[in-house]
């Protein structure tokens, strides 16, 4: 069972399918004023039911519009429901077990809503524009579009403050996210692959500070930095793929860089007992990473915690270099591409990002020291999980080839990233 809060049904309802067909829901139960998310796969032959619920197996029944099912747990624990088939889903009554209390049934209400079937033939592309923006990680918010396994989309993002490719304000600022996506099928205890194919600005500026963050300076220029913090507005040469400082003069005169868009923002809701996530920070489930290598050609890889998963993605950089250390990188708006595909019953215990050249994990935790064991750790698992090594073997690896990055200093947490060049690892297996 998932906390979160009571949703609203989203999926007007027809009457239930025939008897070979899986109907796939989300059921909502009210616990004390809390959800509790849970999966439920039933197919119908006459007026019998089974499937599952949250994995475990369920018998029940439907007569007209009143349906009862019950579900046992590995321990034996049942969980009966009955309620009636509306237009709008099912709601009813759960009699559940009391947690604290062996032997004592405890009544809740409960809501379902329909998930979509999935249309025939290939996997498709979706385009969705954004109505609005969310400024937390949370399973509290209504997916705005379902996709499965393989499905595209093509999408946009707006800046850290708020600010469209148009240059109105669409939502507070504070790294603002597009989504959530639902992606069909996914459950706790699975990964989701976000390929990210494509990332585009789609206006031609950025905004950032002449700032340093204070991890980022010694003692003797502390005092002299409290002079900083202006506003730089950065103009783009699209055509040449370049990015100068507004008006600059003196050394910077004819200072210019290279755009490499990325996603600062990536992450999907976290799960059971963890409060929704601002959109400033970070966790095992994503977040505000900053990390300079989440851009096109990519695949990031981030740990299921809410049927669906509830992907989000936002805060686009043109560019930004290693610690974001102005405290703002290049920030602009983005036209942004990506597809997913669902590992089953396969979890990740951190971020991971691979691209063509390089296997890496972020490392997100308070301090330097920690983040660094973080990512350490996380490389090591990823070394025995997919490449088969041992812990031996994998010392010699990261003794040898491994590479340590900052991708952020500005947040109230810090990210290190382990990276490791592919051409030096054995085969992957399958």
């Known amino acids: ?155 946009t993002t707006i800046d850290s403050g708020g600010v469209d490719e148009k240059g109105v304000t669409r939502a507070l600022f504070g790294n603002p996210q597009t989504g959530p996506f639902f992606i069909a099928g996914a459950e706790p205890g699975d990964t989701i692959a976000v390929h990210i194919r494509k990332l585009t600005p789609n206006r031609d500026w950025a905004d950032s500070l002449d700032t340093i963050v204070g991890r980022a300076l010694g003692a003797s220029l502390i005092a002299k930095a409290g002079e900083l913090g202006k506003p730089v507005r950065w103009r783009f040469d699209r055509a040449a793929g370049l990015a100068r400082p507004e008006g600059a003069s003196g050394a910077l005169k004819d200072y210019a860089v290279p755009l490499r868009p990325m996603l600062g923002g990536l992450a999907v809701a976290p799960g059971f007992g963890s409060a929704p996530l601002s959109t400033g920070d970070t966790a095992r489930t994503g977040g505000n990473m900053d990390f300079p290598e989440v851009a096109e050609g990519a695949t990031v890889y981030l740990p299921v915690q809410q049927p669906g998963a509830l992907l989000y993605l936002g805060d686009a950089h043109a560019l930004q270099g290693d610690g974001e250390t102005s405290q703002y990188a290049l920030e602009t708006s983005m036209e942004v591409e990506f597809s997913v595909d669902l590992i089953k019953r396969r979890t990740v215990s951190m971020p991971r990002v691979e691209n063509d050249r390089e296997i890496m994990v972020l490392g997100q935790a308070g301090s330097l020291d920690e983040a660094l064991k973080a990512a350490s750790t996380g490389m090591i698992q990823w070394l025995q999980q997919d490449y088969g090594l041992t812990l031996s073997e994998a010392a010699q690896v990261l003794g040898t080839a491994m590479r340590y990055g900052v991708p952020n200093l500005a947040g109230r947490g810090v990210g290190v990233a382990a990276r490791l060049d592919k051409k030096l690892l054995p085969p992957r297996r399958p």
């Not at 067909?21 to 006459?46: C, F, K």
């Not at 237009?87 to 032997?103: F, I, L, V």
């Open 1 to 155: 069972m998932r906390l979160s809060v009571l949703l609203p049904l989203l999926f007007a309802t027809p009457a239930l399918a025939q008897a070979d067909r899986t109907e796939h829901w989300i059921v909502v139960t009210d616990m004390w004023g809390n959800a509790a998310y849970s999966t439920l796969d039933m197919t119908r032959d006459g007026e019998r039911l089974n499937g599952t619920l949250d994995g475990d197996p369920i018998e029940g029944t439907v007569k007209g519009r009143a349906i009862r099912f019950s579900a046992k747990d590995r321990k034996g624990t049942i969980y009966a429901y009955a309620g009636t088939l509306g237009q709008a889903g099912m709601a009813g009554d759960a009699d559940m077990p009391d947690s604290n209390h062996p032997g004592v049934r405890i009544p809740h209400r409960f809501t379902a809503r329909r998930l979509p079937d999935r249309p025939a033939g290939p996997p498709r592309v979706h385009d969705y524009k954004p109505a609005d923006y969310s400024n937390l990680f949370t399973a509290d918010r209504l997916p705005v579009l379902t996709l499965w396994p393989g499905d595209g989309v093509r999408t």
